[in-house]
């Protein structure tokens, strides 16, 4: 009984388990590295597509802001919900969260954005504005006149025999600046994001 | 700093006492006030207890994105907290109403404008050790040296 007791007393007052006793405290709270956080820079560069505050679901939570020569996407802390929307739909890779990029170039997935353009022809007037402030129309044709008439093949839509017709839907950019210009409503611009995968590789699952 | 400032300092960091109240969220940010409970983040450990109660509460955490119903209470709740005192606002909520805050909808953020606020913490929801971190910091900030800075 008494050399149980001392082995009692010498088992606990070893100056390690004092120690541990008095200030346990648990596993460091530091972040994994896989825990999405806020969408961080990679260094790529951006080419403005805007496709990031297009996929944000949180209103005012990215904005593609000047930084030097370039754009560079700006992160609202206090709006953001960090879902990676942005990281993902990125055609270039600006940003990174996680592990969301290393998830994608694994799986082969991507989000992809394509603009479908809906005219309602009982509200078109004709009238070309939409034409006129597009900015892809704006690059392909620069002589393109207050009606929206053009000779030019390349631009989106341009005005034919008093109605709209749009030509390259494609080469939409999904920017809204002929909705903004519309006045009457007629036309709308779907953004659709869809996500693709690629056939998984022989040898793999 | 006389010996009696650093009993007090020595002890006040060891014994936060919090109380939360929810201002009109979608209880993410209750789970992960509610996770700094739980022994994988052990608020306990650092001195930190929940009471709930504001009278015998030094840190308010408010969590959500200020609801009608909370105009006035809100302030009331902050009024009974005895000095030294600190607020602290959870997630995005609290800060910008995140998705609520959209149009047609009856929310009033930020939260700073109808209580003074000593941190704010942003994430939809944040981490637990974001949390702690923050009530910590103000720990530090606001309660150390309290009486010779009245």
Redesign the interface.
């Known amino acids: 009984m008494v050399s149980s007791l001392v082995w009692y007393i010498r088992e606990f007052a070893r100056a390690e388990w004092i120690k541990k006793f008095l200030f346990?405290?648990?596993a460091p709270?530091?972040?994994p590295s896989h825990?999405r956080g806020f969408p961080e820079p990679t260094g790529k560069t951006c080419t403005h597509a805007l496709f990031c505050m297009m996929a944000c679901?949180?209103?005012?939570a990215i904005e593609v802001v000047h930084a030097g020569d370039g754009w560079m996407p700006k992160i609202?802390?206090?709006?953001?919900?960090?879902c990676g929307l942005c990281v993902e739909a990125c055609p270039n890779g600006v940003l990174k969260s996680g592990r969301i990029r290393e998830t994608m170039e694994r799986e082969g997935t991507s989000l992809l954005f394509s603009f479908r353009i809906a005219i309602d022809t009982e509200l078109c007037t004709g009238c070309g504005n939409c034409c006129t402030a597009c900015p892809v129309n704006k690059q392909a044709d620069a002589q393109m006149g207050a009606g929206g008439h053009s000779s030019n093949d390349d631009v989106i839509m341009r005005v034919q025999e008093g109605d709209i017709v749009v030509i390259h839907e494609d080469k939409c950019t999904g920017c809204k600046t002929c909705e903004v210009s519309c006045p009457n409503g007629a036309i709308r611009i779907a953004r659709i994001l869809e996500g693709y995968q690629q056939p998984v590789q022989e040898g793999w699952q | 700093m006389n010996i009696l400032q650093r009993i007090k300092n020595k002890v006040r960091s060891r014994s936060i006492h919090v109380a939360y109240v929810d201002v009109g969220s979608c209880n993410g940010c209750d789970i992960e006030v509610l996770a700094c409970l739980a022994?994988?983040?052990?608020i306990e450990?650092y001195g930190i207890f929940v009471h709930n109660n504001p009278r015998e509460a030094d840190v308010l955490l408010v969590i959500g994105a200020y609801t009608p119903g909370w105009e006035e209470k809100l302030a009331m709740v902050w009024e009974k907290i005895p000095a030294p005192k600190a607020a602290i606002t959870i997630g995005?909520c609290p800060?910008?109403g995140?998705?609520f805050?959209?149009k047609g909808s009856f929310v009033d953020p930020p939260v700073k404008k109808h209580i003074p606020i000593a941190a704010?913490v942003?994430?939809?929801p944040p981490?637990p050790?974001e949390i702690?971190q923050a009530i910590m910091s103000v720990r530090d900030s606001v309660f150390a040296n309290w009486e010779e800075e009245h």
Do not use: M, W
């Open positions: 346990a405290k648990t709270l530091v972040t825990f679901p949180a209103p005012g609202h802390k206090g709006h953001c919900i960090r | 022994p994988r983040y052990d450990q995005n800060i910008s995140c998705l805050d959209r704010e942003p994430g939809c981490r050790t702690l």
